[in-house]
Nanobody, 115 residues
Framework: QVQLVESGGGLVQPGGSLRLSCAASGSISAIYSMAWYRQAPEKERELVAVTTSGGSTNYADSVKGRFTISRDNAKNTVYLQMNNLKPEDTAVYYC?????????WGQGTQVTVSS
């Protein structure tokens, strides 16, 4: 069994920063990619950023230049550094892992951007 545990969400003012973390544990054999998704109220879940085992990254247009995804392979952990946050970034952020043995989701962490 694989678990993804997220942390780092919270309330921040517009223009502020947050750093999300997602640690994978359990029977991990190989990680193909890890990603962050988000879901705002009454909206569909959307991809925010993804990083592959080869080190490539990709971002949603709405967060390019503001968010950075990174990975610590030794710790099986993925991070999302979020800068210059906007009210429209408010959502539940989910970690996603595409592993050799299957795909997994974290439980989600709330990010609220408000003054």
């Amino acid at each position: 069994q694989v678990q993804l545990v997220e942390s780092g969400g919270g309330l921040v003012q517009p223009g502020g920063s947050l750093r999300l973390s997602c640690a994978a544990s359990g029977s991990i054999s190989a990680i193909y990619s890890m990603a962050w998704y988000r879901q705002a109220p009454e909206k569909e879940r959307e991809l925010v950023a993804v990083t592959t085992s080869g080190g490539s990254t990709n971002y949603a247009d709405s967060v390019k230049g503001r968010f950075t995804i990174s990975r610590d392979n030794a710790k099986n952990t993925v991070y999302l550094q979020m800068n210059n946050l906007k009210p429209e970034d408010t959502a539940v952020y989910y970690c996603y892992a595409n592993l050799l043995i299957g795909t997994y989701w974290g439980q989600g962490t709330q990010v609220t951007v408000s003054s």
